[in-house]
Nanobody, 117 residues
Framework: QVHLVESGGGLVQAGGSLRLSCAASGNTFRINDMDMGWYRQAPGKQREMVADITSGGSTNYADSVKGRFTISRDNAKNAVYLQMSSLKPEDTGVYYC?????????WGQGTQVTVSS
């Protein structure tokens, strides 16, 4: 089953902004007690952590996005968000949502973000 669905990706010019959403599907799948994260994979590169948010709300960011990206969560909506500002061409890649479950990690299908120069 697919439990996480990302959306909000697209093509944007350098300096622009995008807001990514990650929605947990299914009435019995809740993210309340899960640490969540956003990862990205650029062409020819390994997947890297972009931002994490714990079940308690504490956040952590990759150095490359600090001050530009903000991760947030809304447990009532069963969703996690990534607000991206001042986008750079090097931010281009497929962005994935991750949930750290009790027994398994869950991943979304990814959403493409392309930043043009």
């Amino acid at each position: 089953q697919v439990h996480l669905v990302e959306s909000g990706g697209g093509l944007v010019q350098a300096g622009g902004s995008l807001r990514l959403s990650c929605a947990a599907s299914g009435n019995t799948f809740r993210i309340n007690d899960m640490d969540m994260g956003w990862y990205r994979q650029a062409p020819g590169k390994q997947r890297e952590m972009v931002a994490d948010i714990t079940s308690g709300g504490s956040t952590n960011y990759a150095d490359s996005v600090k001050g530009r990206f903000t991760i947030s969560r809304d447990n009532a909506k069963n969703a996690v968000y990534l607000q991206m500002s001042s986008l750079k061409p090097e931010d281009t890649g497929v962005y994935y949502c991750k949930a750290d479950g009790e027994w398994n990690d869950y991943w979304g299908q990814g959403t493409q973000v392309t930043v043009s120069s």
